[in-house]
C-alpha cells in the first residue's frame, strides 16, 4: 500500500471514476462531493468520505480537483474554509479541471505562500477514458512536484506530459478542445451534406473511417448519429463552457481563430435550441433542421438494464416508470433531467453545485424538496 495519502474533490462524470482508479491503485483517498449518491459510490469502491473540503485537504498530501469551472476551482482552493485554509506546507493540489490559465497561474500564485504547490492538470478522453484510465493528462506547474505526481496520474491516465509553467496545462487542453470541437461540427456537417446528397451515412463512414478524415471525432459521433445516441458522456455544455475559454485566450494573446469562432456559435446555437445536456453529435440536428433530411436511424431503444445502469445506480433522478420509459425512448423521444422544485415556495434548482446546502431551499430554507426526475420529451 502506498504511503501518500490522497484527497479527491469533485466525483461527478469524470471525478468519479479516477477517484476509484485512484483507490483502485492502491492509494488511500479521501472524497468529498456536494451530491451525496456520488460520495456512496466513492465509498463503496474503497474511498472514505469527507465533509468538506477543507476536511479532505487538512488529510492529505496531494489533493486531486474535478470541478465544472473555474470560479468553483477558485473558491474550492481560496475560498473560506477552502484547501489554503486546511493544507499544509509541502503538499500539492492538482487540478484535472478545464479552466483558462488565468485561473491556473492565481491559484500557483496564492498557494506559493503557503508553501503548497498548485499543478494545473486538465485531462482529455472523455467518460470512458476516465473508467479505463486511459486518459491524456497535459500538465503545467513546478517540475518537481510534477515529477512526484506522474506516478500517481499514471493510475487515471495513459498519456502523462508535463509542458511547462502554470498554465500551460491548461493552454494545452484548450488547443485539445478547440480540434475536437471542430472535428464534430466538421463530422456533422459533412454527414448532413452527405444525407443530402442521397450516400446511406452508414456507407459513408465504411467507405471514408480508414483514409485521412478518419479520426476518434469521427468514431464517436458517426455511431450516435446512426442510433441516434445523443445520452452524455461529454455534452454541449460542456464543450460550449470550454471552447469560450480558448476564444479567451484567443483573444487576450491577439491570435485570430475563425474556425473556433465558428464552430463555438454551432454548439452555442445547438444549447439555445435545449440540447445542453446532450452529447456533442447532437449537433447534427441544426443541419436536419436546415436541410430537412434525417441523418441516421430511429432513436436506439434502451434496455431496462441499461437505463437502470446510467440513471438508477448513480442515484442522479427517480424514474416513476421505468418500463414505460424503455419502451418509449425508441419511438422518436428523448430523456431529459427534470431539476428539483421546493414544494413550499417553486424554487426550481437549476445547479444545486451552486449552493451552499443544496438539501435546502436557499430561498425560504424549505428541506422537502421534489426530487430530480427523469422524465420523456
Known amino acids: 500500500m502506498a504511503e501518500l495519502k490522497l484527497g479527491f474533490v469533485g466525483l461527478g462524470v469524470m471525478g468519479g471514476p479516477m477517484a476509484r482508479n485512484l483507490v483502485k491503485g492502491g492509494y488511500p483517498t479521501r472524497g468529498f462531493d456536494t451530491d451525496a449518491s456520488r460520495l456512496q459510490r466513492f465509498t463503496a469502491a474503497g474511498g472514505v468520505a469527507a465533509a468538506s473540503a477543507g476536511e479532505v485537504g487538512a488529510a ?26 486546511t493544507m499544509r506546507s509541502g503538499t500539492v493540489i492538482v487540478d484535472l479541471s478545464t479552466t483558462e490559465p488565468k485561473v491556473a497561474q492565481d491559484a500557483a500564485a496564492a498557494c506559493l505562500p503557503r508553501g503548497i504547490v498548485f499543478l494545473d492538470s486538465p485531462v482529455s478522453g472523455g467518460e470512458q477514458g476516465a473508467i479505463d484510465a486511459s486518459l491524456s493528462i497535459m500538465v503545467g506547474g513546478d517540475a518537481a512536484a510534477f515529477a512526484r505526481c506522474k506516478p500517481i496520474l499514471a493510475c487515471i491516465g495513459k498519456s502523462v506530459v508535463h509542458m511547462g509553467g502554470s498554465g500551460l496545462g491548461q493552454a494545452t487542453k484548450l488547443i485539445n478542445n478547440m480540434i475536437v470541437a471542430a472535428g464534430f461540427a466538421a463530422v456533422c456537417e459533412a454527414w448532413g451534406l452527405g444525407a443530402r446528397a442521397g450516400l446511406d451515412p452508414a456507407k459513408l463512414h465504411e467507405a471514408i473511417r480508414g483514409g485521412w478524415a478518419g479520426s ?9 448519429l446512426l442510433q441516434r445516441n445523443f445520452v452524455p458522456g461529454g455534452s454541449v455544455d460542456i464543450i460550449t463552457k470550454d471552447v469560450g475559454y480558448a476564444l479567451n485566450m484567443a483573444r487576450t494573446l491577439n491570435t485570430p481563430v475563425p ?8 454548439f452555442r446555437m445547438a444549447k ?34 441499461e437505463l437502470a445502469a446510467r440513471y438508477l445506480l448513480a442515484k442522479r433522478v427517480i424514474v416513476d416508470d421505468l418500463e414505460h420509459i424503455a419502451r418509449s425512448i425508441g419511438a422518436g423521444q428523448r430523456l431529459q433531467i427534470q431539476a428539483p422544485v421546493c414544494e413550499r415556495c417553486g424554487f426550481r434548482f437549476k445547479d444545486r453545485s451552486r449552493f451552499t446546502d443544496p438539501s435546502r431551499c436557499p430561498l425560504c430554507k424549505n428541506e422537502h424538496l421534489e426530487p430530480q426526475r427523469l422524465r420523456i420529451v
Open 60 to 85: 492529505a498530501d496531494i489533493v486531486f480537483l474535478s470541478l465544472p469551472t473555474g470560479d468553483v476551482v477558485r473558491e474550492v482552493v481560496t475560498g473560506a474554509g477552502g484547501l489554503l485554509a
Open 259 to 266: 474556425v473556433t469562432a465558428l464552430a463555438h456559435e454551432l
Open 216 to 224: 476518434r471525432v469521427m468514431e464517436e459521433t458517426v455511431p450516435r
Open 272 to 305: 439555445a435550441q435545449g440540447h445542453g445536456g446532450e452529447a456533442q453529435p447532437v449537433l447534427i440536428t441544426l443541419w436536419e433542421q436546415w436541410t430537412g433530411t434525417k441523418v441516421g436511424g430511429e432513436p436506439r431503444a434502451w434496455t431496462l438494464d
